[in-house]
């Protein structure tokens, strides 16, 4: 494919990327114990090669999200008009070299981009280039000149994501309720029929880095006493504008610890030098729901 032609079946994708040390996340050598009502991967394979919708795990402290190859599914499951945009869930940077050419970003901003999505698990706004025609892959996901992109890819799924490039995600909640952060909650939410993932049924993690400070480092906060899970909240949502600024857009897991949008754009800066920060814009939300 080329980076300027619009793309049927979105951008090419040959096998594990960087992201995959970035995010492999809190899941632990051990298995956990069964979900009463959850589906084993292979099912949520087949689920998604049918355009279906499907609950799927975060690493902590992200909760789970809705994702699907049809966004109008995505936007089904979660009880919401199915033409309501969803992010596209970038877990590739062959993705962001073919978004590069609709992005009214720098070289230095698409570079911003994918260190936000694969280290920082954000959601962002990205602006897009006035008068230029979007790839259809990225249409559900742009609204007044600005896309949506969600970035972490888990180790774990892995296996998932590779043979599905291009995925549409939100957060797994019914619109108005607190996503899930369990797969009990998700059970409970969706099932049966949205199936989730039974995080019992993920690839043995025994031989994967050791990233169970992943909490921490994202919020720059110690999450949970030692021994305890960590609570677990959407993503934060932030803007980057054509010039490189940053603004928060939604409060979330990210910047929870923080005392104000503030103080979390400036350990951005401190830990992404490369990026400028601005004071926090007026629709900045708190987390408490989702979209």
């Known amino acids: 494919m080329k980076p300027d032609e619009p793309a049927a079946d979105g951008p090419a994708h040959d096998g594990p990327s960087a992201h995959d040390g970035a995010a492999t996340g809190a899941l632990r050598a051990t298995r956990t114990a069964r979900t009463p009502g959850a589906t084993d991967l292979a099912s949520i394979g087949r689920a998604l090669d049918h355009g279906a919708a499907v609950v799927l795990p975060n690493p902590a402290p992200l909760t789970h999200v809705v994702a699907g190859t049809d966004p109008q599914a995505v936007n089904m499951a979660k009880g919401r008009p ?36 694969a280290d920082e698990l954000l959601t962002l706004l990205v602006p897009l280039r006035p008068a230029v025609r979007l790839p259809g892959w990225l249409a559900p996901a742009s609204k007044d000149g ?28 019914r619109t108005g309720r607190p996503p899930a952060a369990t797969p009990a909650e998700a059970v409970a939410m969706f099932a049966p029929a949205t199936p989730v993932l039974d995080t019992a049924d993920l690839p043995d993690t025994a031989d994967l880095p050791d990233t169970a400070d992943l909490p921490d480092r994202l919020t720059g906060h110690r999450a949970a006493p030692t021994g305890s899970a960590p609570v677990r909240r959407a993503t934060t949502t932030l803007r980057l504008h054509p010039d490189g600024r940053l603004a928060l857009h939604r409060h979330g897991a990210q910047d929870h610890p923080y005392p104000d949008a503030a103080a979390y754009l400036a350990r951005l800066r401190a830990v992404l030098p490369e990026a400028s920060v601005q004071a926090p814009v007026q629709d900045a939300r708190r987390a408490g729901t989702a979209d």
């Open 82 to 117: 199915a033409d309501q945009p969803v992010a596209l869930w970038a877990h590739h940077p062959d993705t962001l070299t073919a978004l590069g050419p609709v992005l009214d970003l720098d070289p230095a901003g698409l570079a911003l981009v994918g260190r936000l999505l």
């Open 146 to 173: 600005w896309a949506l992109l969600f970035g972490a890819r888990w180790a774990p799924l892995r296996q998932l994501l590779d043979r599905t490039p291009v995925l549409y995600v939100s957060s797994a909640n």
